[in-house]
């Protein structure tokens, strides 16, 4: 997987933040399709929400594969914690730039250059993913091969696939809340610390990347999406729980109605004393 820096452009600007827990052949396959990216990010920060030891020396193996540096932000596993995980990682990145992925994002090789495209001062980035399914999934887990397009056997929504930057213009896509999904966004990382980052008061699965855009809205911030680029795809795998749903959808009702703009509990805990970007 490695090949000499010179030979593909590294953006400095660019940390790829990817959230994870236990599961380490979706994250291998992720890493693996990092290292076929045409432009590389700057840095590769795993923001790890509790997972063992095999994590831990997958991570470390791949180190030595990786042409860029690679970051494990790990926290204790004490429950569905990922709004922590997310602002421990980001508060360690030293890029200007986020890019932050699910660690069941395989990325397309123009992934991270498309996203470099799409950055603007005043507005993030959220993208579309088609997806694997089950058993295409297992076999990919098997193989760890990384190397999928919008022809590769298992795929649903597929046409989310298709990489058209010359039209990419002609299609708006959602400006609101809908479909707003933090595991395929991107924003910088000084708006990030403006609004706090993610709320960690959130607990269990549900609403807490809502929460965190009607922010990004609330400060002024514009959508946009990443239609005909930046193409991913979504390795199969079971619903998380939503027992915590409706207590989380009503601290998001809660942001739209007051127009709050900071999260309480957020990454500024996170941050040095020093930090330009805090």
Same mark, same amino acid.
């Given at each position: 997987m490695k090949q000499p820096s010179e030979s593909r452009p590294i953006?400095? %600007? &660019?940390?790829?933040? &990817? !959230? !994870?827990y236990n599961n380490p052949p979706f994250l291998?396959?992720? @890493?693996?399709?990092?290292? @076929?990216?045409r432009t590389l990010p700057g840095e590769v920060i795993v923001a790890d929400d509790g997972s063992t030891d095999d994590t831990r020396r997958m991570i470390d193996r791949y180190r030595t594969l990786l042409p860029v540096p690679l970051i494990h932000s790990w926290i204790p596993d004490r429950g569905f914690r990922v709004a922590k995980a997310r602002n421990e990682a980001v508060a360690r990145a030293r890029g200007t730039y986020i890019i932050l992925i699910d660690g069941d994002m395989v990325l397309t090789p123009h992934f991270v250059a498309d996203h470099i495209r799409l950055m603007r001062p005043g507005r993030f980035v959220t993208g579309s993913r088609a997806r694997l399914q089950e058993a295409a999934t297992r076999r990919r887990c %098997?193989? @760890?091969?990384?190397?999928?397009? &919008?022809?590769?056997?298992?795929l649903s929504r597929r046409l989310v696939l298709l990489r058209v930057p010359g039209l990419h213009r002609l299609l708006k896509g959602h400006s609101g809340l809908r479909n707003a999904r933090s595991c395929h966004m991107a924003f910088w990382k000084n708006d990030f610390v403006r609004v706090n980052g993610f709320e960690e008061a959130f607990e269990g699965w549900g609403y807490e990347d809502s929460e965190f855009v009607q922010r990004l809205f609330n400060i002024g911030l514009q959508r946009k999406n990443a239609k005909l680029m930046a193409p991913a &795809?979504? @390795?199969?795998?079971k619903e998380k729980s939503t027992e915590r749903a409706e207590a989380?959808?009503?601290?998001?009702?809660? !942001?739209? %109605? !007051?127009g709050k703009q900071r999260a309480e509990r957020g990454v500024d805990q996170y941050l040095p004393a020093t930090d330009p970007q805090a």
């Open positions: 953006d400095p %600007r &660019i940390s790829l933040v &990817i !959230t !994870t291998e396959l992720v @890493l693996k399709s990092v290292g @076929l990216q %098997r193989t @760890l091969d990384a190397r999928l397009h &919008i022809w590769s056997a298992g &795809i979504h @390795l199969y795998h989380n959808h009503a601290m998001l009702e809660h !942001t739209i %109605r !007051t």
